[in-house]
């Protein structure tokens, strides 16, 4: 992402944001107060927040999705009623329990109630079949399961490879279901004639896991985060209170997935935090998003890039700016499609904000620039780094080097008592993430992986994402995770995954450099495409191959990601190797010429 002139903050511009500055002030101080809960014997969370917006507005809606408007009363009584239940069950605290629900209303209650008692929720990926789910419950240990109807096909397919009791795996009927599958118990009926009220003695502490989200790693296979109460208190607070001063009368539109954190922590937090609605849609849809959004007279949006772009190439229509929306709070908004969305559909207020689940830090454009994710209260660096490998890079002194501003450079965040690092499930997966000794002895900073610039006045500019993982179709992609998949194909010796741009989408496509394991002509590409649907979600499947005789490494024997990135799918880059493409709405992969790819660099196929 190239960055223009007027990207960089001036002195001009900030004395001309004076007067929200003195608005956002008080709430900052306010907010940070509430955020940083530091007594262990405090009670704070999910659970707790739930209670407290309750009590300020038990009749406002609270979760809203098609037809069914649910009160915070009535949200709040069901949650505690699955809560007794489980107590009931023997679940207690730092318990795990696997949901494996799509966007509902069901899916958000069945997690309050998990938190009521103390347990952990781990937020399964609904996309997610065989080995990858399989992998994702054995890295968590569930001691139960929630599975939706939807999902009882896929759940079962995995179910033996699971040390999962039947009498607790608990089942939640959808809007069509039937009678209860065989193996599971009925959780909504089982806990209906529990007590509503709250469980009492059941506190939560700052320090206390709430939920168990999942994301990409260099293994190849998902690595589970772990996201405590304190951190559900500084999200909501922050996202809430300080960036969007929720209120009682705002409802928050959110269609994006509520296994990740976005959705789950950011949106649903931020309503939580100002006792607003949670309107909510089982996936996206382009056609329906604006009449969703009256319907439910939404304030607010969550989004990812990829969503605004649909948005933006749907035909224009009169009713455009017919909505009650003043803000929206999401990431990955490009400089392409920023004022483009915000002057068409006349919204005052993008609050972008850049976080990792498995990170310590957030960035939130609280006021309100263009083309930025807004500024940290924490601390944070921007570092030199090896463009092969994405290392941070040490000078002979052993020291880290920071980048001049303006100039991207890999984003290192602070590790401190205002900033703890929770980390993964695996700790020695958390320590491969943290880089000590960076500036003076005794330091400790996280790796994020990814690549910043300071455009002024502390604010940041998200450039790309280094290491093993691309980000497309809102969703992060694990190179290894491709890569492992398409060497289980008989035809395939060797494959490189990496991401590649096309002009006017967000993020990277998925391309693989491969080569067959006997010729070319022995591979089938209806076949292969096949196969490859089979094993990955549709985000994962590459869309573009490259087909190589032999692949070169480096000294150290590491594949030469850097030069097949830059190359991507030009066949006048890649030379006697021939490009083959998935295009929209097609069975197979058809051979790449100079035409064909400038047709896709042109935007004349929608991806």
């Given at each position: 992402?190239?960055?223009?002139?007027?990207?960089?903050?001036?002195?001009?511009?900030?004395?001309?944001?004076?007067?929200?500055?003195?608005?956002?002030?008080?709430?900052?101080?306010?907010?940070?107060?509430?955020?940083?809960?530091?007594?262990?014997?405090?009670?704070?969370?999910?659970?707790?927040?739930?209670?407290?917006?309750?009590?300020?507005?038990?009749?406002?809606?609270?979760?809203?999705?098609?037809?069914?408007?649910?009160?915070?009363?009535?949200?709040?009584?069901?949650?505690?009623?699955?809560?007794?239940?489980?107590?009931?069950?023997?679940?207690?605290?730092?318990?795990?329990?696997?949901?494996?629900?799509?966007?509902?209303?069901?899916?958000?209650?069945?997690?309050?109630?998990?938190?009521?008692?103390?347990?952990?929720?781990?937020?399964?990926?609904?996309?997610?079949?065989?080995?990858?789910?399989?992998?994702?419950?054995?890295?968590?240990?569930?001691?139960?399961?929630?599975?939706?109807?939807?999902?009882?096909?896929?759940?079962?397919?995995?179910?033996?490879?699971?040390?999962?009791?039947?009498?607790?795996?608990?089942?939640?009927?959808?809007?069509?279901?039937?009678?209860?599958?065989?193996?599971?118990?009925?959780?909504?009926?089982?806990?209906?004639?529990?007590?509503?009220?709250?469980?009492?003695?059941?506190?939560?502490?700052?320090?206390?896991?709430?939920?168990?989200?999942?994301?990409?790693?260099?293994?190849?296979?998902?690595?589970?985060?772990?996201?405590?109460?304190?951190?559900?208190?500084?999200?909501?607070?922050?996202?809430?209170?300080?960036?969007?001063?929720?209120?009682?009368?705002?409802?928050?539109?959110?269609?994006?997935?509520?296994?990740?954190?976005?959705?789950?922590?950011?949106?649903?937090?931020?309503?939580?935090?100002?006792?607003?609605?949670?309107?909510?849609?089982?996936?996206?849809?382009?056609?329906?998003?604006?009449?969703?959004?009256?319907?439910?007279?939404?304030?607010?949006?969550?989004?990812?890039?990829?969503?605004?772009?649909?948005?933006?190439?749907?035909?224009?229509?009169?009713?455009?700016?017919?909505?009650?929306?003043?803000?929206?709070?999401?990431?990955?908004?490009?400089p392409g499609a920023w004022l483009a969305f915000k002057t068409r559909f006349g919204i005052g207020h993008i609050c972008e904000l850049y976080a990792a689940s498995?990170?310590?830090?957030?960035?939130?454009?609280?006021?309100?620039?263009?083309?930025?994710?807004?500024?940290?209260?924490?601390?944070?660096?921007?570092?030199?780094?090896?463009?092969?490998?994405?290392?941070?890079?040490?000078?002979?002194?052993?020291?880290?080097?920071?980048?001049?501003?303006?100039?991207?450079?890999?984003?290192?965040?602070?590790?401190?008592?205002?900033?703890?690092?929770?980390?993964?499930?695996?700790?020695?997966?958390?320590?491969?993430?943290?880089?000590?000794?960076?500036?003076?002895?005794?330091?400790?900073?996280?790796?994020?992986?990814?690549?910043?610039?300071?455009?002024?006045?502390?604010?940041?500019?998200?450039?790309?994402?280094?290491?093993?993982?691309?980000?497309?179709?809102?969703?992060?992609?694990?190179?290894?995770?491709?890569?492992?998949?398409?060497?289980?194909?008989?035809?395939?010796?060797?494959?490189?995954?990496?991401?590649?741009?096309?002009?006017?989408?967000?993020?990277?496509?998925?391309?693989?450099?491969?080569?067959?394991?006997?010729?070319?002509?022995?591979?089938?590409?209806?076949?292969?495409?096949?196969?490859?649907?089979?094993?990955?979600?549709?985000?994962?499947?590459?869309?573009?191959?490259?087909?190589?005789?032999?692949?070169?490494?480096?000294?150290?024997?590491?594949?030469?990601?850097?030069?097949?990135?830059?190359?991507?799918?030009?066949?006048?880059?890649?030379?006697?190797?021939?490009?083959?493409?998935?295009?929209?709405?097609?069975?197979?992969?058809?051979?790449?010429?100079?035409?064909?790819?400038?047709?896709?660099?042109?935007?004349?196929?929608?991806?």
């Amino acid at each position: 992402m190239s960055r223009t002139p007027s990207d960089a903050i001036t002195w001009g511009m900030m004395l001309r944001k004076l007067p929200v500055i003195a608005r956002v002030v008080p709430r900052i101080i306010k907010g940070l107060k509430l955020a940083n809960v530091q007594d262990p014997t405090q009670p704070c969370g999910l659970g707790w927040c739930f209670e407290q917006a309750t009590q300020r507005n038990p009749h406002g809606p609270a979760l809203l999705c098609g037809d069914t408007v649910l009160s915070y009363a009535q949200v709040n009584e069901q949650a505690n009623r699955i809560a007794h239940y489980l107590l009931a069950q023997g679940l207690g605290k730092g318990d795990c329990v696997a949901i494996v629900l799509e966007n509902r209303p069901q899916l958000l209650i069945t997690v309050l109630a998990v938190a009521k008692v103390g347990a952990v929720s781990a937020m399964i990926n609904t996309s997610q079949t065989g080995d990858a789910l399989v992998h994702s419950l054995a890295l968590v240990a569930p001691v139960a399961v929630v599975v939706g109807d939807e999902r009882v096909a896929v759940f079962n397919d995995v179910r033996g490879r699971t040390a999962l009791a039947d009498a607790r795996t608990w089942w939640v009927a959808d809007q069509d279901s039937g009678a209860v599958p065989c193996g599971f118990v009925d959780l909504m009926v089982s806990s209906k004639d529990y007590p509503g009220d709250n469980p009492l003695g059941r506190q939560m502490f700052f320090n206390d896991p709430c939920f168990y989200l999942y994301t990409s790693g260099t293994t190849g296979l998902p690595k589970a985060g772990v996201f405590r109460h304190g951190r559900w208190m500084r999200t909501s607070t922050s996202f809430g209170l300080i960036a969007l001063d929720m209120q009682p009368d705002d409802v928050v539109y959110c269609t994006l997935p509520l296994y990740h954190a976005t959705g789950l922590c950011v949106c649903w937090g931020a309503a939580v935090c100002g006792a607003s609605g949670f309107a909510i849609r089982r996936k996206f849809s382009a056609s329906q998003f604006w009449s969703d959004v009256r319907r439910y007279r939404a304030t607010t949006l969550g989004y990812v890039g990829e969503l605004c772009r649909y948005l933006i190439e749907q035909p224009a229509s009169a009713d455009d700016r017919r909505h009650e929306v003043r803000k929206m709070i999401g990431n990955g908004l490009r400089p392409g499609a920023w004022l483009a969305f915000k002057t068409r559909f006349g919204i005052g207020h993008i609050c972008e904000l850049y976080a990792a689940s498995d990170g310590n830090i957030g960035f939130t454009n609280i006021l309100n620039f263009d083309n930025t994710v807004g500024f940290s209260l924490m601390g944070w660096e921007l570092v030199q780094y090896d463009h092969d490998s994405g290392a941070p890079l040490r000078n002979l002194q052993g020291r880290m080097q920071k980048v001049p501003k303006g100039e991207p450079g890999l984003l290192l965040a602070r590790i401190d008592d205002k900033a703890p690092l929770d980390g993964y499930t695996d700790p020695a997966k958390t320590e491969k993430t943290v880089c000590r000794d960076v500036f003076v002895p005794g330091d400790r900073y996280f790796n994020t992986g990814d690549l910043l610039r300071n455009i002024g006045f502390g604010h940041g500019q998200f450039v790309d994402r280094l290491g093993d993982t691309y980000r497309w179709k809102g969703e992060n992609v694990s190179t290894t995770e491709v890569e492992n998949v398409l060497l289980q194909h008989p035809q395939i010796a060797e494959a490189v995954a990496y991401g590649v741009e096309i002009s006017g989408t967000n993020g990277r496509a998925g391309m693989a450099a491969i080569t067959p394991a006997e010729s070319l002509a022995t591979l089938d590409f209806n076949e292969l495409l096949q196969f490859l649907q089979g094993k990955l979600p549709a985000y994962a499947v590459p869309l573009f191959l490259r087909i190589k005789v032999k692949m070169e490494t480096t000294g150290t024997f590491k594949y030469q990601k850097t030069r097949l990135k830059a190359e991507a799918f030009d066949p006048c880059l890649t030379g006697e190797e021939p490009i083959y493409a998935w295009l929209p709405d097609t069975s197979t992969y058809v051979r790449v010429d100079r035409q064909l790819a400038t047709q896709i660099r042109g935007g004349q196929y929608r991806y």
